[in-house]
């Protein structure tokens, strides 16, 4: 997964829980789950800036990219 795709998936999540918050209300179990894929695709953005932040100073080993690919396809 590329960043773009990374970045319109969350926009995509981000929507979701929206709407769905809006005809179900805050509590419900179902914006909990929605919030939580949410809150993992978040995660992975974190992760994959960091670690490009780090390559990018560091100029990393090709198998750390390859674990960098990795985390994205999850």
Not at 12 to 34: C, I, W
Not at 67 to 72: K, M, P, R, T, V
Request: aromatic share 8%; glycine share 2%; hydrophobic share 30%.
């Amino acid at each position: 997964m590329k960043l773009k795709e990374l970045e319109d998936c969350i926009e995509e999540k981000r929507k979701e829980l929206n709407d769905l918050a809006k005809e179900v209300g805050l509590k419900d179990r179902q914006v909990l789950t929605k919030s939580m894929e949410l809150d993992r695709l978040l995660n992975l953005y974190s992760d994959w800036k960091y670690s490009y932040h780090k390559q990018s100073i560091s100029k990393t080993s090709p198998v750390r990219e390859k674990q960098h690919e990795f985390a994205l396809s999850y």
